[in-house]
């Protein structure tokens, strides 16, 4: 499993509230991922980091904004968290082999 | 848009039957690489096909490659209950120095017991 750990993996918070997802890993991977997964929209890329303090815009990325001053933690935030934000957040790490490995999910709820 | 868009959106099958599954993406890949999805979990990784390949087998899985049409179909054979499941491509995007992964929109796959 690229001992990959999402927290928290299940959040409700209100509308304008500051929300910050946790990405964990233990393996020493460069490459970690955030995605977003929608009905309709498959997973869509927020942000992505090729190293600590090395990190780029995805297709989605706006109101998002991520943090990676180590190499095992690469953080998600909310600024100001809307209800078109209400989805479910996989992080990822890239192996060596190229091949990407997801976390469990974080299943966030803004109401 | 997407880079990777899989068809059809949703397929129903008896078990025992085989099911196929395509994806087209828009611009020049290392690998194109198939997940599945359970419903409620994580993507599970499945199989790599890299860009110089044409075919490759994994069990009850096989993938094509056909760089010159953009596209690669995943073939479940002899299809289970258990395969069940929404089934996605990704495509690899080197920009300026750095790889992005892309994912289509899925496949979600109903085998019938």
């Known amino acids: 499993d690229a001992g990959i750990t999402q927290s928290p993996r299940h959040k409700v918070t209100e509308t304008g509230t500051p929300v910050t997802l946790r990405c964990h890993q233990t393996e020493n991977h460069r490459y970690m991922y955030w995605y977003r997964q929608d009905p309709g929209h498959g997973l869509r890329l927020i942000h992505y980091?090729?190293?600590?303090?090395?990190?780029d815009k995805g297709e989605v990325s706006d109101g998002y904004s991520v943090s990676r001053s180590k190499t095992e933690d690469f953080l998600l935030t909310l600024e100001s968290a809307t209800s078109s934000q209400t989805s479910v957040y996989f992080c990822?790490?890239?192996?060596?082999?190229?091949?990407?490995?997801f976390g469990e999910g974080s299943w966030l709820t803004v109401v | 848009s997407q880079q990777g868009e899989e068809d059809p959106q949703a397929l129903s099958i008896q078990e025992g039957e085989n099911a196929t599954m395509n994806c087209s993406y828009k611009?020049?890949?290392?690998?194109l690489q198939w997940y599945r999805q359970n419903s409620g979990r994580g993507l599970v990784h499945l199989i790599l096909?890299?860009?110089?390949?044409r075919e490759k087998h994994s069990g009850r899985l096989r993938v094509t490659l056909d760089t010159s049409k953009k596209s690669s179909s995943l073939l479940i054979t002899a299809s289970r209950a258990a395969d069940t499941a929404s089934y996605f491509c990704?495509?690899?995007?080197?920009?300026?120095?750095?790889?992005?992964?892309?994912f289509g929109t899925g496949t979600r796959l109903k085998v019938l017991a």
């Open positions: 611009t020049s890949i290392n690998n």
């Open positions: 990704a495509t690899d995007e080197w920009t300026s120095g750095t790889y992005k992964y892309i």
């Open positions: 096909i890299r860009s110089n390949e």
């Open positions: 980091s090729y190293g600590v303090k090395d990190t």
């Open positions: 990822a790490i890239l192996s060596s082999g190229n091949t990407i490995y």
